[in-house]
């Protein structure tokens, strides 16, 4: 299980375990939080293609799907 911070999680590099459409490295582009500080979901954006979408924060946790950093 991947340990991480919601404060740290803005700009962090992610791995995708099971790569699709040549889509391995991502990074963390925007993180939405409500008014008492709680992560609500990220943007992460592919760094080849530069696709965008929202992924809960907590399925970062999931070493089945994400590797931190870049691998």
Known sequence: MNRLSPK?????K???AQPQNKE??????D?????????????MEAV???RE???NWQDLKNNLVWY???K
């Open 14 to 16: 992610w791995t995708a």
């Open 48 to 50: 080849m293609s530069k």
């Open 31 to 43: 993180v939405e939080t409500n008014e008492s500080g709680e992560v609500l979901f990220c943007t």
């Open 24 to 29: 391995k490295h991502f990074i963390i582009t």
């Open 68 to 70: 931190q950093g870049w």
């Open 53 to 55: 979408f929202n992924v």
């Open 8 to 12: 740290k999680l803005l700009n962090s």
